[in-house]
């Protein structure tokens, strides 16, 4: 595997204008490492930002589904566009939040498939319906989802987590992006 991290190049944290540097180093500090997406996308500190903005106006919401049924969104949407950045590191963070070592491989191999309680399977079809051929999304979907028990701002919150990570899949496509190798352990074994 190529050491680099995107065909496109990548910055370094101390590059980054002082509002971005402090935001990416404060999950640096958190997780113990600069995720490569911060690093790829630095050449253009003002996507950056809009990027991180919209990631955690939606990925960071104390309403509404959890922290992991969002991560679960993720990993489906990202595994149905074959984002390998995108299903390693978010199925890491899905590890985490779910504190469940094999649900995000399992959703990620196999999102139909998967056993799933009847939650978290109306999130990933709801997911994989607007994914995998959104032109044929419809009231059938959403009646399914609402049948499920899904909310409303619920239903919207997988919409929108879909919608977003149908374009960061896209990008870490052009950037060939390449996972960063904590991500692989994470939530696998105890952190040292």
Known sequence: MSDEISRFGAVQLADLPE??????????????????????L????????????YHDALMERDSGLTKAERELVVVATSAANHCTYCVVAHGAILRVRAKDPQLADLVAANPCGA??????????????????????????DLAAAREAGLSEDEIWDI??????????????????????????????????
Do not use: W, Y
């Open 19 to 40: 509002d971005l540097r402090e935001r990416i180093g404060a999950i640096a500090e958190k997780s113990g490492f600069v995720p490569n997406v911060f690093l790829a």
């Open 42 to 53: 630095g050449h253009r500190p003002d996507e950056l930002r809009a990027f991180c903005d």
């Open 115 to 140: 056993e799933l309680d009847e939650r978290r399977r109306a999130i990933v079809d709801l997911a994989l319906s607007l994914t995998q051929d959104s032109a044929l999304f419809g009231e059938h």
């Open 159 to 192: 919409g929108a987590i879909t919608a977003f990570f149908a374009m960061s899949n896209r990008l870490a496509h052009l950037m060939a992006l390449r996972p960063n190798d904590e991500f692989f352990l994470m939530g696998r074994v105890p952190r040292q």
